[in-house]
Nanobody, 127 residues
Framework: QVQVVESGGGLVQAGGSLRLSCAAS????????MAWFRQAPGKEREFVAG????????AYADSVKGRFTISRDNAKNTVYLQMNSLKPEDTALYYC????????????????????WGQGTQVTVSS
């Protein structure tokens, strides 16, 4: 079992950058696939980015490709989301999610495949 806690959200102007962190508890972090999702008011939760066990395989939503980068440091039990060139439409509550083992790229994008979720960190991008 793993617990995840997000941090790093805040208010930023359009075009700016933020780096989100997700710290996970437990001794087996490296055996979990990790992802970031987001949910804006009145919208469904959507996939942002995901990474498999060693960080070598990543996936991104089309809306963030080329602007966001997901990475993980297994020694620190932490996964990051570097967000550049932020847009007002990136405003949302960002969640970190974890699932044990290796999952397919298709499954990586689907929230119902993840067992563990954090409470979220708010990102607000002003125009």
């Amino acid at each position: 079992q793993v617990q995840v806690v997000e941090s790093g959200g805040g208010l930023v102007q359009a075009g700016g950058s933020l780096r989100l962190s997700c710290a996970a508890s437990g001794r087996t972090f490296s055996s979990y696939s990790m992802a970031w999702f987001r949910q804006a008011p009145g919208k469904e939760r959507e996939f942002v980015a995901g990474t498999r066990l060693n960080g070598g395989n990543t996936a991104y939503a089309d809306s963030v490709k080329g602007r966001f980068t997901i990475s993980r440091d297994n020694a620190k039990n932490t996964v990051y989301l570097q967000m550049n060139s932020l847009k007002p439409e990136d405003t949302a509550l960002y969640y970190c999610a974890a699932v044990p083992g290796l999952i397919s790229t298709a499954a990586m994008t689907r929230a119902n495949f993840y067992n563990y979720w954090g409470q979220g960190t708010q990102v607000t991008v002003s125009s």
